[in-house]
């Protein structure tokens, strides 16, 4: 009996299925661009080397298969392997890699997977959904989806989080960094008395998808159409080594939330953004 495909993508079967009344208009070689785009065909090969896998065997293999690796500096300030209930909070500069090496990190340490709190369109990544916690980053949370998160933070499990909720961009002086980060990791871990350690994951995405980006932002368009690059960018990361940079860690004891929240996120967004030069 053959192995279950965990996870295909297939550009045709998610057009005729959102776009149904519409799919018979697109133009065929829209489609094909599309394919191309997202590397479509080297996409599948990645995932079908990793079929059955799951969590972060699944993440390792992806890794393995890219021959991406990484390294930890400031490991010493990691906590003990025992020591699971607390919030990792990071930077968010590649979008897809450096959550799977976050997770595949974080299980080896501590020897039990984190949960990871993530957009909700990311559920979409079977192999990955005993690790993902949803969130709506483009409305209101349903009771279900808030219960899911709290239930996370209350577990004995470390709990990820990229508080930006979206990829770094690049800003003023071809800065790469996050956008605003949102403050509710702030008020879980005070609510779940969650010590906190900040990390800084080193890395950056193509030119070509900044420029994306500011180009969209100068027509004034919401949807994010540079996310649509995020898969090649994966490509791209073929054999590259990241580091991991890992500070002090923050105790909840220092930290108030509610009306400080908004303040502390940006006090602990600081610590992360400084790593790279304290460590």
């Not at 599309?34 to 992806?62: H, P, T, W, Y």
């Not at 483009?138 to 508080?163: K, L, N, W």
């Not at 690059?229 to 073929?238: A, D, G, I, N």
Request: aromatic share 10%; with cysteine; net charge positive.
């Amino acid at each position: 009996m053959s192995k279950r495909q965990w996870l295909k993508i297939d550009v045709d079967a998610v057009l005729r299925e959102r776009l149904p009344r519409y799919y018979r208009f697109i133009p065929k070689f829209l489609i094909s661009w599309l394919k191309r785009e997202i590397c479509q065909d080297e996409m599948n090969g990645m995932l079908s080397r990793a079929d059955g896998l799951e969590g972060a065997q699944f993440c390792r293999s992806v890794l393995d298969y890219l021959h991406v690796s990484y390294d930890i500096k400031g490991e010493s300030h990691m906590p003990p392997p025992d020591d699971h209930k607390v919030t990792y909070v990071c930077n968010h500069p590649l979008g897809g890699l450096d959550g799977m090496a976050l997770i595949e990190m974080i299980t080896a340490h501590h020897g039990i997977e984190p949960y990871f709190v993530v957009n909700d369109l990311l559920m979409a990544i079977e192999p990955l959904r005993k690790v993902f916690v949803p969130v709506n980053t483009h409305g209101r949370q349903s009771r279900r989806g808030t219960a899911g998160i709290e239930d996370a933070f209350a577990s004995d499990r470390p709990v990820i989080v990229f508080p930006a909720g979206l990829v770094s961009r690049k800003g003023k002086g071809g800065r790469i960094a996050d956008l605003r980060w949102r403050k509710s990791f702030v008020n879980l871990s005070v609510k779940y008395r969650r010590d906190i350690i900040p990390m800084y994951f080193d890395g950056r995405n193509s030119g070509t998808f900044y420029e994306m980006a500011r180009t969209r932002e100068r027509l004034g368009l919401k949807f994010n159409f540079e996310m649509i690059r995020l898969p090649r960018e994966v490509m791209l990361s073929r054999g590259k080594k990241y580091t991991i940079h890992v500070g002090k860690r923050i105790p909840v004891s220092r930290l108030q939330g509610g009306r400080r929240a908004d303040d502390e996120a940006l006090a602990v967004r600081k610590i992360v953004y400084n790593l790279k030069k304290d460590i």
